[in-house]
Nanobody
Framework: VQLQASGGGLVQAGGSLRLSCAAS????????MGWFRQAPGKERKFVAA????????SYADPVKARSTISRDNAKNTVYLEMNSLKPEDTAVYYC????????????????WGQGTLVTVSS
């Protein structure tokens, strides 16, 4: 599986954005998918995940109230919509497919996208 993330950019605090991650291959619907982010000088952290069918989602506490993860298996694409953005949301955002069920751990990821930079200005 190859993953191509897009949709990052410069956003003012309080704004919104939608990230997309397009997957190649025929097995997209076989994988749970997720988003992680990595701020400068910090470790990569879990943001959100969605199961194969798109009915079960999970979020990290810092984004839970203002984020929505979704997927379109017909388009082989997973999305992350974030609202009320804060400067602390500034990071490179990575989409990921999971090889195991601990969605919170980077060790559960079997494929990574290349990352898309989100910068939130105050």
């Amino acid at each position: 599986v190859q993953l191509q993330a897009s949709g990052g950019g410069l956003v003012q605090a309080g704004g919104s954005l939608r990230l997309s991650c397009a997957a190649s291959g025929r097995t997209f619907s076989s994988y749970a998918m997720g988003w992680f982010r990595q701020a400068p000088g910090k470790e990569r952290k879990f943001v959100a995940a969605i199961n194969r069918g798109g009915r079960i989602t999970s979020y990290a506490d810092p984004v839970k109230a203002r984020s929505t993860i979704s997927r379109d298996n017909a388009k082989n694409t997973v999305y992350l919509e974030m609202n009320s953005l804060k400067p602390e949301d500034t990071a490179v955002y990575y989409c990921a497919s999971y090889g195991s069920s601990n969605y919170f751990s980077t060790e559960s990821v079997n494929y990574w996208g290349q990352g898309t930079l989100v910068t939130v200005s105050s």
